[in-house]
């Protein structure tokens, strides 16, 4: 397998319609895409066959999709509730509040999920019942959870990263806390004691790109030096395989590959072919492919492959792909003259 990625033939959506969120499923050769109308669909290998599609509720894009093994749990926009549901379309449960859910955490396949609502609380749900178990109130809104190998991060609208124990019955709302934008936190990701962010900056007392994205040591929470993208990073993404290397996208579509612990080697750039902008992106289980959704109804994909027919999105032979759910069959009716 090449260790540089090559543009394939991307993937179009039935109708024109922006990307809105992605998610590689971990054990399928799926990629699960969320459309600006509230739909979550899974497209099989490479060439994209439409397979299983459902509702996500609220009737506005998704925002969110989170893939595990058994199932993919997904967010709208709307904020009505998020919910998580078989490979085959049927739901499991459905978790409302009585404020906007923003957003929930990646722990795909952990006994508890956390969501942050509009209400600022954080609340702790059982994964596999979507009964809350308990809530926190939280300092400002938060608008990305991400689950560490010991922590919960958030990042928040006053653009403070914090970290919260999921296994505490504490009420304090962080453990710890560190101010790493000056406005909001618009993307967040961590591997092993790494975290990374980015955010709004301020100019001119206007909100602004930030075009740093900020590191930190999550032991300590110490600020590690940053790493400069002056086309605007809107999408980061730490890669698989290459635990110091994220991936750092801008809506124009320019991709660049960091090395944190070696910033002197040479990084890696990319440009997508697209005619509109980013909205979406995700990196498979081995990094082998990357997705990007646009504004137009297009998600482009990078890939290492050499032979991308005989490697699927998970990288292995993995679960059988689930069809849509069969639906019940009719009860046969004996028609008579009184029926």
Known sequence: MSTSYRNINPITLAYAQPVTALSFDPVSDILWAGSNLGDVTGYHGTRGISGVSFKVGGNLAVKKIVAGESHVRAL???????????????????????????????????????ASTAEMDLVYINSLTGVALRQIATPSIISHLQASATVLLSGSSDGYLRTHDPRSNSSRSA???????????QGLDTTGNFVFTIGLGERKSRPF???????????????????????????????????????IVSNQGLVNTVD????????????????????????????????????????????????????????????????ADAPAELTEIDWTDST
């Open 260 to 323: 944190v612990l070696n910033p002197a080697a040479a990084s890696e750039f990319y440009q997508l072919d697209l005619a509109s902008y980013v909205t979406s992106c995700s990196v498979s289980a081995t990094a082998a492919y990357l997705a990007f959704g646009d504004a137009d109804g297009a998600i482009h994909i990078l890939s290492q492959a050499e032979d991308i027919a005989g490697v699927p999105f998970n990288g292995f032979d993995g679960q059988p792909i689930d069809w």
């Open 175 to 185: 453990e710890n806390q560190v101010k790493a934008h000056t406005g909001g936190i």
């Open 76 to 114: 709208g926009i709307s904020g009505e509730g998020f919910g998580t549901w078989a490979k085959g379309g049927m739901n499991k449960w459905y978790f409302r509040h009585a404020s906007n859910i923003t957003s929930f955490s990646n722990t795909a396949n952990s006994s508890i999920v956390a």
């Open 209 to 247: 790109p930030d075009p740093l994205v900020k590191i930190y040591d999550l032991r300590t929470m110490r600020s590690l030096p940053p790493i400069a993208f002056s086309s605007g990073p809107a999408f980061i993404h730490v890669l698989p395989k290459r635990a110091s290397t994220i991936m």
